[in-house]
């Protein structure tokens, strides 16, 4: 029994990227992208974890903070990781043919890297209790796992408008998307970490943002979709 607990674990760490990928895939109602190809993104999306872990100990040595490490560093770095997968293997490819693609493939790559970031947490916690670890799982199925792919959904979205916008336009649109996305991400940081000490960080993180993020998801989801079905 001992000996089966920890692959319960890595199931239950594993099922929260898995679902919230199968997620936005079906969100893609008109045209969706070949499974083959969001499998890649989010294989790659794990992959990526690697370097950005490297990059983010590197720039520690020379950081002290762990509040300007987790506001800024981290958003920076892990939001510039993903898109740089989707940037380069989903971007170019013939299968981004609408703007929902972007949010599509966003979320692929992001849920891959919040899977490993997700096993890595779970398994930190199961060391101190099984207890822990379940708690753990809970509160991140609901808010970090999805909250990774909601951060790339915004400059997803941004991919997916500047695909078919006017060359000169593109480099633009996707700066602001992307930036857009790492300002959403670090605040999402601040207040987690701020939610140690202040009640009220808490209480705008979850009555607040979260809500906010998947309000600005949805929308971008509906407006692509009607862009895509015209």
Known sequence: MVAVEPFLVLVLALAPGLFWAWYFYRRDRFKPEPAAM??????LGLLVT???AFAEGFIGL?????????AVVAPIV?????FAVVHRFAYPNTEFDEPMDGIVYAAAAALGLATIENVLYVFSAYLTSPSLALSTIVARALF????????AGVWGYALGQAR?????????IIRRGLILGMALHGTF?????????VAYAMAAFILILTPGLWII???????????GDR
């Not at 970090?144 to 951060?151: C, D, E, K």
Request: aromatic share 10%; hydrophobic share 50%; charged share 20%.
């Open 78 to 82: 892990e939001e510039y990781g993903k």
């Open 50 to 52: 690697f370097p950005v």
């Open 217 to 227: 998801a949805n929308r971008n989801i509906r407006k692509a979709l009607l862009q």
């Open 189 to 197: 940081n601040l207040l987690l970490i701020s939610a140690e000490i």
């Open 62 to 70: 020379f950081v002290a903070s762990p509040l300007l490490m987790g």
């Open 164 to 172: 078919f916008a006017p060359a000169e336009k593109r480099p633009s």
């Open 38 to 43: 969001i499998v890649k993104i989010f294989i």
């Open 144 to 151: 970090s796992v999805p909250g990774h792919a909601l951060f």
